[in-house]
C-alpha cells in the first residue's frame, strides 16, 4: 500500500513558476515509476508528466513539454513537478500518481492516487 500527499498548489500570475511535491509512504518507492496528472473543470484528467521507476526517464505531454519538469528522490520519497511559465489552460487540479514497476501513463494503468493540489493560474 502506498499513500500520495501533493501539496504546493497556490493561485499564481501568468508567467510564473510553482513547485508541487508529493511524499510518498511505504516502502519500495524506488520501484514505482511516478507521474503527474491534472483534471480542469469539466475536463477528463490528463496525464502532464511521469518518470520511470527503473533509468529515471522522464516523459511529458505535449501541453507541457519545455516548461515542466519532474524529478524524483528515492531517498526521500518525492516526486516534484516545477512549473514554469505558467498559463490560464494550466488551471487544474494537480494528482500525484505511482505505478508499479511499470512505465505506462495512462491513468488507467496507475495503482495509487493522491487527493490531489489546486494550481490556478490568473491570467
Known amino acids: 500500500q502506498v499513500q500520495l500527499v501533493e501539496s504546493g498548489g497556490r493561485l499564481v500570475q501568468a508567467g510564473g513558476s510553482l513547485r508541487l511535491s508529493c511524499v510518498a509512504s511505504?516502502?519500495?518507492?524506488?520501484?514505482?515509476?511516478m507521474a503527474w496528472f491534472r483534471q480542469a473543470p469539466g475536463k477528463e484528467r490528463e496525464f502532464v508528466a511521469g518518470?520511470?521507476?527503473?533509468?529515471?526517464?522522464?516523459y511529458y505531454s505535449d501541453s507541457v513539454k519545455g516548461r515542466f519538469t519532474i524529478s524524483r528522490d528515492n531517498a526521500k520519497n518525492t516526486v516534484d513537478l516545477q512549473m514554469n511559465s505558467l498559463k490560464p489552460d494550466d488551471t487544474a487540479v494537480y494528482y500525484c500518481?505511482?505505478?508499479?514497476?511499470?512505465?505506462?501513463?495512462?491513468?488507467?494503468?496507475?495503482?495509487?492516487w493522491g487527493k490531489g493540489t489546486l494550481v490556478t493560474v490568473s491570467s
Open positions: 500518481a505511482a505505478d508499479l514497476h511499470a512505465n505506462r501513463w495512462t491513468r488507467y494503468d496507475m495503482d495509487y
Open positions: 511505504g516502502r519500495a518507492f524506488s520501484s514505482y515509476s
Open positions: 518518470i520511470a521507476w527503473n533509468n529515471g526517464d522522464t
